[in-house]
């Protein structure tokens, strides 16, 4: 092979091997533990890392719980999509990852008089 051939490949090589090398891991999702059991929702943290966070709710009470998150405006109106962690059954640990942008976020079990007898929580995501 002549050198005009071999000198581009070994460039090539070289410039791949360096973006390769210098290209950051992935980052692994934001634990949050969420206790729920009649009537409360209580959070490991208050606050996580904006971005992926991995959440772990687990059951500790008597009735089905799940858990809802929604974005809060600066005025504490929710605004853009809900989040879901599906129904937790009593005795059981339930498993989700959503994608949590900056800010104040509500969580709530959805089920039917669970918020509003006190089974809510406010999260920051910085």
Same mark, same amino acid.
Do not use: Y
């Given at each position: 092979? /002549?050198?005009?051939?071999?000198?581009?490949?070994?460039?090539?090589?070289?410039?791949?091997?360096?973006?390769?090398?210098?290209?950051?891991?992935?980052?692994?999702?934001?634990?949050?533990?969420?206790?729920?059991?009649?009537?409360?929702?209580?959070? /490991?943290?208050?606050?996580?890392?904006?971005?992926?966070?991995?959440?772990?709710?687990?059951?500790?009470?008597?009735?089905?719980?799940? %858990?809802? %998150?929604?974005?809060?405006?600066?005025?504490?109106?929710?605004?853009?999509?809900?989040?879901?962690?599906?129904?937790?059954?009593?005795?059981? %640990?339930?498993?989700?990852?959503?994608?949590?942008?900056?800010?104040?976020?509500?969580?709530?079990?959805?089920?039917?008089?669970?918020?509003?007898?006190?089974?809510?929580?406010?999260?920051?995501?910085?």
């Amino acid at each position: 092979m /002549s050198p005009r051939v071999i000198i581009p490949i070994v460039v090539l090589a070289i410039v791949l091997a360096i973006g390769a090398a210098t290209r950051a891991p992935a980052k692994s999702p934001a634990p949050l533990f969420v206790d729920a059991r009649e009537w409360s929702v209580t959070l /490991s943290r208050a606050t996580v890392p904006s971005g992926r966070v991995a959440i772990q709710l687990q059951n500790a009470g008597e009735d089905d719980h799940d %858990l809802r %998150l929604r974005r809060l405006d600066r005025r504490g109106r929710p605004v853009g999509p809900t989040r879901a962690v599906p129904m937790t059954h009593p005795g059981t %640990l339930t498993e989700a990852t959503v994608h949590l942008t900056a800010g104040r976020w509500r969580l709530w079990c959805s089920l039917d008089g669970h918020a509003a007898a006190g089974m809510r929580a406010t999260l920051r995501a910085r």
